[in-house]
C-alpha cells in the first residue's frame, strides 16, 4: 500500500505522527465505454469553449460563478488556503462509541505510525480500547475539512470519515405516519422467522455475485466470442428461483418462511 497523507494526531500536548493508507479497495471488473454499432471506444475531451483547444489537466484551474461574476481559484489559491496546509488530526472529543450513528459513515483508512518509536501510537490505541470510547477527530483532506471517528481494529488505528450533519438527509415519509396494526401473532412467528436465521457475521462467506457472473460473462466471450448466449451460460436457473404464486397475507407468509427455513437448516 502507498501512503496517500502524513501528518500527526493530537489529544492535548500528545502527538502521535502517522501515515494515512486507504483501508478499502474496488473489486469491480474494469470496464470501458464503446459504440455499440462498431466497437470504437468512447473518449471525452477537455475541451475550452473558447478556443476549443484540447486542455491538458495541469492547465485546468477551479472556478467559482454568483450568476453575475466568475472568480478563478489556482491549484495555488487552494494550496495556500490554512486548513489545507495543516497536518494535524485533531482530537475534538472522545465519546461512547455507539453514540455514532453508521449511517454518517463515509470512507475508511489505516494509520501507521510514522515515528521510530511506537510507544505514543501503542498509548492511543490502548486508551481507546480501555475507555471503550471512539475520537471524534477533524483534519483537512483533498480540499475539504473532515470530521471522523478514530477507532481501534485489529490492533491498528482506523480513520473513517464521518459526513457531515446536514448532509444527512431527513426520513419523512407521509406513509408512516399512521403505523399499521400488528398482531401478537404476526410478532411471535416474525420472531421465530429471525431465529431460523441468526449467525455469527463472518464476511468472507459472503461475496458480489453481480460481479462473479460479470467476469464468467466475459471469460466466456473471450473464449467463445461474441456470440455466446448469455442465458445458455447462465442456464434459466435464475428465472426459476423464488418462483411460484405470491404470498399476499402477512400470516401466511411468515408461516412458510419459517418451515421454509426449518427445511433448508436440516438438509444443510
Not at 239 to 265: F, I, P, Q, T
Request: charged share 35%.
Amino acid at each position: 500500500m502507498r501512503a496517500i497523507w502524513k501528518g500527526a494526531v493530537t489529544f492535548g500536548l500528545v502527538n502521535v505522527p502517522v501515515k494515512v493508507y486507504s483501508a478499502t479497495e474496488d473489486h469491480d471488473v474494469p470496464l470501458h465505454q464503446v459504440h455499440d454499432a462498431d466497437g470504437g471506444r468512447i473518449r471525452y475531451k477537455r475541451v475550452c469553449e473558447i478556443d476549443g483547444e484540447v486542455v491538458p489537466y495541469e492547465h485546468i484551474d477551479k472556478a467559482y460563478d454568483d450568476g453575475e461574476r466568475t472568480v478563478v481559484l489556482t491549484k495555488q489559491d487552494l494550496a495556500d488556503l490554512p486548513a489545507e496546509r495543516d497536518r494535524e488530526i485533531s482530537v475534538v472529543e472522545f465519546v461512547p462509541s455507539d453514540q455514532i450513528d453508521p449511517i454518517m459513515f463515509d470512507r475508511t483508512y489505516y494509520l501507521e505510525p510514522d515515528s521510530k518509536s511506537t510507544k505514543a501510537y501503542v498509548l492511543l490505541r490502548r486508551t481507546l480500547e480501555e475507555t471503550d470510547r471512539t475520537a471524534v477527530v477533524k483534519f483537512a483532506l483533498r480540499q475539504r475539512t473532515r470530521l471522523a471517528a478514530l477507532r481501534v481494529r485489529d490492533e491498528v488505528l482506523v480513520l473513517q470519515t464521518l459526513l457531515w450533519a446536514d448532509e444527512i438527509r431527513e426520513a419523512a415519509f407521509p406513509s408512516l405516519d399512521e403505523p399499521a396494526k400488528v398482531s401478537a401473532k404476526e410478532l411471535t412467528m416474525s420472531a421465530q422467522l429471525v431465529s431460523s436465521f441468526e449467525a455469527d457475521f463472518t464476511p468472507e462467506d459472503y461475496e458480489d455475485e453481480y460481479q462473479v457472473q460479470l467476469r464468467k460473462l466475459v471469460d466466456a466471450k473471450l473464449e467463445a466470442g461474441e456470440s455466446v448466449d448469455t442465458a445458455a451460460t447462465f442456464g434459466e436457473q435464475a428465472e426459476e428461483e423464488g418462483g411460484g404464486a405470491e404470498v399476499v397475507d402477512l400470516m401466511e407468509a411468515l408461516k412458510r418462511s419459517v418451515a421454509d427455513a426449518k427445511k433448508s437448516r436440516k438438509t444443510g
